[in-house]
């Protein structure tokens, strides 16, 4: 019966190997994924978002003086003109300078996540692995009874390579919001210019850390997944075989379940937090 064995432990492979990707993908920069290939082509876009960031910095500056100062004579007062010139020289500065401040807020949620990591004594991904008992009713059933175990496997197998590509695609997904907040910066940066603008960049900025925090709500789901799987399914020796296999991978699936959840939820779940 080493073909019912084989769909079991290629279903369980294809869920390690998803599972190591999103520990590497979790704990890796975004300058060094892929070899950093795509970080070099975000760059470029930046640096060109970046001249139309300092075009839309004037406009955002004039009709927040427009709409801040009621007459000419107003901007006149030295305080007024002080304010001004500060908040543009920010605003000037958060666009120039926005790629290492978002790479910062990014080094904090990434040192925040190696902290979970190490306070949970989590090195890595546990492997799920099939259990022995799992593995000798298969062996001992007859060709009749291999049938009703095969197709029970076939699902159980399809199941968990189909959770297993939802929840590293939500993994990617984080990646390339990251890209993309990166290369677009520069404009709802520039919006700090005016006071009734800067809502814009308050917004980008808060909505740019609540993607980096996912990571970390997504370590959470790692942390309870790895609880969960360290204590196996208990097998009733007295099932049959197909019964037995059928309890497994039924607990095995829950688990998993839950795992993609959370790791699906981890941009709800910020959101609420931060009241976006």
């Known amino acids: 019966m080493n073909w019912i064995i084989q769909n079991l432990e290629n279903a369980l492979r294809t869920w390690n190997d998803r599972m190591a990707a999103m520990f590497d993908l979790i704990t890796q920069s975004p300058e060094y994924f892929r070899g950093g290939g795509i970080w070099q082509v975000i760059l470029s876009i930046h640096a060109a978002v970046q001249g139309v960031g300092l075009g839309l910095l004037v406009l955002f500056f004039v009709i927040g003086v427009v709409k801040t100062c009621g007459t000419f004579s107003e901007l006149k007062r030295p305080e007024i003109a002080v304010k001004m010139f500060i908040r543009f020289a920010l605003a000037r500065a958060a666009v120039v300078y926005g790629l290492e401040l978002m790479m910062a807020v990014f ?12 306070a949970a004594g989590l090195a890595g991904a546990d492997m799920a692995t099939l259990p022995d008992e799992i593995r000798t009713s298969i062996e001992s059933v007859n060709f009749i009874n291999s049938i009703p175990l095969w197709i029970v ?10 959770l297993s590509i939802i929840m ?11 890209y993309m907040y990166t290369a677009i910066a520069p404009v709802p940066l520039a919006s700090f210019a005016g006071e009734p603008s800067s809502g814009m960049g308050r917004a ?8 980096c925090l996912e990571g970390a709500i997504i370590v959470l789901g790692l942390i309870i997944f790895s609880a969960f799987a360290s204590s196996p399914p208990t097998i009733d020796p007295d099932l049959s075989a197909v019964a ?6 039924g607990e095995l699936a829950f688990n998993m ?12 779940v910020v959101r609420e937090m931060l009241g976006l």
Do not use: C, E, N, P
């Open 107 to 118: 080094a904090i949620v990434q040192g925040l996540i190696v902290q979970i990591l190490t």
């Open 153 to 162: 496997t076939l699902l159980g197998g399809l199941v968990i390579t189909v």
């Open 168 to 178: 590293i695609m939500s993994v990617y997904g984080r990646f390339f919001k990251i």
């Open 204 to 211: 980008f900025i808060k909505s740019y850390a609540a993607v």
């Open 244 to 249: 037995q296999v059928w309890a497994y991978v």
């Open 257 to 268: 379940l839950i795992l993609v959840g959370m790791v699906k939820m981890a941009d709800r």
